[in-house]
């Protein structure tokens, strides 16, 4: 398959790439891993008019923990975060999620940003960062602001940056205490987008009761879904099946799934509520440090 | 009893038997395979194709002059264009013909409507989105039940077409089989779509089209399964003569049918190179190959079983609705009309049956190619192995005592089959004994019986059968051709002065290791070391002709070829010999390699024998050695075998996974036992792929959902199951070497295996079929009582 034409440039610095980036308006596109944006592109879905490629710009490969949460950088590839002990330490539906994502290929070219940036409601990161409240760090040439990820992800493939802004980072709560999560997900074979993905986020209280819950849903909905309630209503809660299984009834109310090659909106509701149950159980038996 | 062949000859020689490494694989390995989209001719141009967006309209106009004001745009071509030359329209290998450029209406989605030829392939393909077409659209058909039942006619413009079927077609006998069904204890009914798939070989369709305008010499560079026959229909299609049409193939990577057609794009590239003088290249994207070029299966089937009172079948009946899409263009032999379909009695023992078969145009892709099958036995062994696993569980018996019961004995082969087959040879209870004894049958059914016990059981284990018997390497001439060609195949081998070799095969490669396998017949035959004969194919202009390679067919008609023309060769050899020891023929011996005096240690060798040939050859008999043979087999190969599959379901979600599969085959002798165990492994991965994710369909508007990898599934190294290969020998009474042939038995005969293993999984909870694939949201709603569409 044949692209059209388009320019490129691969700035060596980010400040290189944010002057890029402002003189060049809605014209610019970021190129990370590309995983996304070249099959696009490739098929003439997309046709950006310029990439702006920062694989040069090494200082946004990182991936540390300090103040409180994780940050992943531009650059850090969804192989380095399955990897990342820092992740797997501070986060587990993060941790959990990461061998999930498309194929080892994809996951050694593509970004954790990238993904975010790109909310496509059948990716698996936005889920993981909506039900683990992490917030995004956008920069352009005139400064930077974190948004938060509700914020962030405004429908399908569709975020909230301007013009000239550009992912630099995305910011991910570290525990604090007992705290565990999982993402769970039904493919139809490694790289296949989601039938239904499912992550869970849970924090205990002093005496073992839900101090936060947090429960994010992958490609059954316009975008990726944040089931607010549920979370509400396990807060303060103690946590066990019974729980869960009030939770996986809202998350299967909240949904609002398609009928198509992967299946019936039915069985797609049935399987969030079934995941939600499991993921909670395994993010219970984690932060309960028996997992 | 059956054994595994021992070799006879040493493994320097690697003759039959030897599991020598693959000569092809130092090129493919090191990444220097030499494929069609790696040929790049001085001044050669590029072709893009532009395809109908929807599936059914009628074309009021098409207006290229945007495309044609671009730099570098050369042409472009029309339907209309062609047929001022007669071309618009081109035969189908089953009779039937198909739009090369659409003129009147677009009849699926991905149908070729113009061509671009540019300089540079980006410029093609820009091009492509400055033609305007202005298409008026039409009902699209979908299924064939809807189109048996529409007044909408597809095929307007076909003389004397007045309704949407395409062929009609019957085999067995109906009054037989209904007298059966009259007196039968029980009927066991099924009713399954085999759903359509697409071979989606990873190297797509292409050609490289040179026409020399001064001396009119065509040579065509192509992917194809049958380069020789395609040479043919060129010069019957588009009026060339022969002697100046040169196909040439060189490595393909993979076929599995879908490069025996000619497709609209060849014939198109290879006008427009006649047309502007220059080489013209063209090369299908991904999703040209999925949504356009030949599918496979699509059987809407139903089938009954007829038993008596002891459990044993008494007949079968089998009526089919086949969806052919827009053209009927099956790559099958002349006589079937729904290939060797009639093949459905399978494995099994019972004087009556009657098959029907109907087709029905729709607005899909054209195709209903043997996708790693012999024409249709896909079909009929997943048809009988699903019904005779579900009247096992009907009259309760256990499906592998249900086959035991029912199967053919082995000593009554050569077995006429109620359909009219002539089984060469089988032993299906030694294939069965042997696989349940690797798998552990009895324990796996005691592990199954408690674990499914437990009425809050969310893991359930389900254990599926198949005993598979195919029809492979047509064929007999008297039954078999393909447009008037009769089906039989070509070995043309010659003997260098220094004992070096060179074969010619009329039979063609896809990556299946004929380079070896050959040269292992003739080394067996001649003893001359395989790594010393060079083995060619693909070139028309020095090949012998031949049908080329499908339907398992290289082995059976083309390896018997290469054996009977090494024994010709032999025959001379023997004279060659005699003359140079100085004895009569009839008192020497032969080993693979060596002639010797009976009761002497007096010997030749056959390289010595070589050089005498062409060095000091006897007074009177022609120097040389060398022949060719072209082989008329006497009857079809029947290649049988029993997979058992072990898989746990999650009624949770509806996933299923295989917990162990053992794969037990006979394909007679095997020459390269290696390269049979990686064509078992390759096709039972394909099985599995249909029975577990991979389809193609549509929606209600044509539209091919499918058209990528992303949708197309094709499962890798993470999904695959594990398998353990087993196997009994019996070999060919008829061919040459023994052989049947094994390139298409496990693509064959797992799906059934598969799918019985789910069914017999749920067949407690009610659940009596499910249709390929077998999807989770399927079990899940086959389990919950919810209708899964699509």
Redesign the interface.
Known sequence: ??P??FDYSAPGSLEEALATLAELGDEGRVLAGGQSLIPMMK?RLAAPGHLVDINRVDELAHISESNGHLAVGALARHADVASSETVSRHNHTVASAAPWVS?PLVRNRGTLCGSVAHCDPEGDWNSVMLAVGASVVARSSSGERVIPITDFVVDFFTNSLDPGEMVTEVRIPAYQGPAGGAYLK?E??????A?VGVATHLVLDGSGNVAQAGLGLTAVYGHNLKVTEAEEMMAGQAPGPELFAEAAAIAARACDPD?N????A???R??VA??TR?GFAQALALARGEG | MTTVHEPRTSPEVGGIGHSVRRKEDDRFIRGAGNYLDDLNLPGMLHMAILRSPVAHARINSIDSSAAMEIEGVLAVITGEALAAHGLAWMPTLSGDTQAVLATDKVRFQGQEVAVVIATHPYIAHDALSHIDVDYEELEAITSPQQSLATSTLIRDEKEGQTDNVAYTWEAGDQDSTDAAFAAAARVVSLDTHYPRSHPAPLETCGVVADVNSITGQATIYMTSQAPHAIRTVFALVAGLPEEKIRIVTQDIGGGFGNKVPVYPGYVVATAASLLIGKPVKWIESRTENLISTGFARDFHMHAELALDGDNRITAMRAGILSDQGAFFSDAQPTQFRAGLFHICTGSYDFPSAHVTAKGAYTNKAPGGVAYRCSFRVTEASYLIERLVDNAAHEVEMDPADFRALNFIKEDQFPYLSPTGFVYDSGNYHGAMDKAKEMIGYDGWRARQAEQNADPDATKLIGIGVASFTEVVGAGPSRQYDILGLKMFDSAELRIHPTGKAILKLGVQTQGQGHETTFAQIVAEELGIPYSDIKVMYGDTDNTPYGLGTYASRSTPVGGAATAVVSRKIRAKAQKLAAHLLEAAEEDLDWEPGKFTVKGTDQSVTIQEVAFAAYTNHPVGMEAGLEGVTYYDPPNMTYPFGTYIVVVEVDTGDGTWKVLEMVAVDDCGVRINPMIVDGQIAGGLTEGFAKANMQWITFDDDGNCIGSNFMDYLVPTAWETPRYQLGETVTPSPHHPIGAKGVGESATVGSPAAFTNAVIDALWSKGVSNIDMPVLPHRVWGALNGVEASP
């Open positions: 398959m044949y059209s034409a098929l194929d039904l139809r074979k490694v790289g296949d987008y039938t009928d090659v992967r299946g019936p039915e069985y797609k049935a399987v079934e995941y499991r």
